[in-house]
């Protein structure tokens, strides 16, 4: 993860302010819970998650969150985000337990239920005083930013990325080598699927020539697949 910028109470009033000009009366529902779980997204902009938005949206303000967050559920807030290397969505889900004033954050990889961490807070230690939930400056509005920072990097972020499943770019290279970070020596099966893969045996391109070959990932593991089977099945005939 990159060094955070968020790294004082001063840091995270300018983060929130970058997230919502209007100040904590600009949200849809002025709520401590809000305030709060917007203060959870900006940790993780922070941290290099990039919030996914619709086809059309303006992409251009990084902190911003995706439309409708702070309306979209009743005492839930949801943020979705990808992250450069890491193939899912990866989702940070604040819900608000009103009669104990805690709020569980929850980040979960989509489609991999098993990567899912979880954090209790208590609002009120975060935004004490919710006469300021209707002011339109950030400053003084959230608490104990210091702490919250290396709590959700300890106990969401860092495990959240660990497990998280990383995307593999598969290149088709020369006869000799055809997978992306495997350059060592080729068996037989796999130096006739090169020759399968690029059959000019021209540099890489398609068949020698300019421009990227791209082959999706799921033919290449099919090909793989066949051409190890037709291989043995060679050398047991023979």
């Not at 203060?39 to 990084?62: E, I």
Request: charged share 20%; net charge neutral; proline share 6%.
């Amino acid at each position: 993860m990159p060094a955070p910028a968020i790294t004082s109470a001063q840091k995270m009033e300018w983060a929130l302010a970058l997230a919502e000009p209007r100040g904590p009366g600009g949200l849809g529902e002025p709520d401590a819970g809000a305030v709060l779980a917007l203060a959870c997204h900006c940790v993780m902009v922070d941290n290099g998650f990039l919030c996914t938005r619709p086809s059309g949206d303006d992409a251009s303000n990084k902190w911003a969150p995706q439309p409708r967050w702070s309306v979209e559920l009743k005492d839930e807030w949801v943020f979705r985000y990808s992250m450069p290397g890491k193939r899912n969505t990866l989702v940070l889900h604040c819900s608000l337990q009103r009669a104990s004033g805690r709020m569980l954050a929850h980040t979960i990889e989509a489609g991999n239920e098993r990567n899912s961490h979880l954090l209790g807070l208590m609002v009120e230690k975060y935004v004490p005083d919710a006469a300021n939930l209707g002011s339109r400056s950030w400053e003084g509005v959230l608490q104990h930013s210091e702490a919250l920072v290396p709590m959700m990097q300890q106990h969401l972020l860092s495990p959240l990325l660990e497990a998280a499943e990383d995307v593999i770019e598969t290149a088709c290279s020369t006869g000799e080598t055809w997978a992306a970070g495997n350059a060592g020596a080729r068996s037989p099966a796999s130096r006739w699927l090169a020759a399968v893969m690029n059959p000019l045996g021209g540099a890489e391109g398609a068949g020698g020539g300019s421009g990227a070959y791209v082959v999706p990932a799921v033919l290449l593991t099919g090909l793989a697949v066949a051409a190890v089977a037709v291989y043995y099945a060679r050398r047991r005939k023979g």
